[in-house]
């Protein structure tokens, strides 16, 4: 079992529906969602081009999914998680953008967000002990040889090689596109997103996700709150 944590907007918020719906599946529910209608694209293309991303379910990345550490468990993980969001105050991104990155589409804040830097450093340096070394199948899976020096210096030293300068934030919605179909489906997304993404979305807590088998989907296991954020119920 991998685990991971990763900021995902509540249940109920109307991005996490949207784009449930979007990739054909429910994080939290763990339940397969009946797509929607998209204009030019047909049901079986839609899925192959969200398959990636509805495996891992709507998330932002702040520690990229790691086996844990020889004697450590999913509830040591869980206090650790919640010990850390009690620490760190809550905060919004005030817009969210569409963006490609390399060849897959993304929602991404629309400018610099500092406070998210800072999360996700925070969190890879604070969750640090609880996570296993690499594998190496697993480094080899990074392709390294395709790594600056310093991102497969971080791969080895965190597990992930976009953390601290590398990291980007963003909520991965494709799989790769072809520069061919990259038009057709910025459009698709903007009429689908554009009207939920220009209101700010509160960042106020944080989510341990578990992969049960390697392959398998992602589900939530729990949300923990941020520092002055309404105490939500895990999942």
Known sequence: M?????FAPDA?????????????????????????HVAGFAAADLKALTAEPARYGFHGTLVAPFHLAAGRTAGDLDRAAGAFAASHAAFAIPRLAIRRIGHFFALVPADTLPAMDALAADAVDHLAPLRAPLSDADIARRNPERLTERQRAY??????????????????????VANADAPRVAAALDTIFAPLIAAPVAVDSIAVFAEPERGGPFVVRALHPLAAAETRKSA
């Open 2 to 6: 991998r685990h991971a944590v990763y």
């Open 155 to 176: 791969l080895l030293r965190y597990g992930y090689p976009y953390v601290r300068e590398e990291f980007r934030f963003h909520m991965t919605l494709t799989g790769p």
């Open 12 to 36: 109920a918020h109307p991005l996490t529906r949207m784009a449930a719906a979007w990739l054909g599946r429910d994080a939290f529910a763990d339940a397969a969602i009946a797509p929607p």
